[in-house]
């Protein structure tokens, strides 16, 4: 259990950094700051994995980062707090992903079991947000 402890710890990150941003910012450009999950998790999966990207995952990360320098150009409602929990919310869903990937082998492989050994940890650190 101890070495799920860190993919719980970053899904409850990821969670209230998502909360937070959508407080900041209008759900239109929460998805233009979604979207940069996609280079996030590119650049962390070489860096904590030792996976390279292929050519194609290459030029789709251009494009998503010219779509998202356009929606960021282009937004109207623009709050910096908002932006910020926003792109730590997508390098948090990108960290997730690989830290998922590395402890996989932690439980046979299961991610049924992950995400059951996940959600018991995950109840107690959230439920603070559920009390008034």
């Not at 259990?1 to 993919?7: H, R, W």
């Not at 995952?57 to 109207?76: D, K, N, Q, R």
């Not at 932006?83 to 492989?109: D, E, H, M, Q, R």
């Amino acid at each position: 259990m101890l070495t799920i402890a860190p993919v719980t710890l970053l899904f409850v990150s990821m969670l209230s950094m998502t909360n937070y941003c959508l407080r900041h910012v209008d759900i239109g450009f929460y998805q233009v700051l979604r979207s940069t999950v996609i280079p996030f998790n590119i650049v962390l999966s070489y860096m904590l994995l030792g996976i390279l990207p292929s050519a194609y995952a290459s030029v789709c990360c251009v494009v998503v980062a010219s779509g998202f320098i356009l929606g960021s150009l282009t937004e109207l409602n623009f709050s910096r707090e908002g932006f910020g929990y926003g792109i730590t919310s997508a390098i948090l869903v990108a960290l997730y992903s690989s830290s998922v990937k590395k402890v996989l082998p932690a439980v046979g492989n299961n991610t049924w079991q992950l995400m059951h050994y996940t959600t018991v940890q995950v109840g107690p650190r959230l439920m603070h947000a559920a009390l008034p």
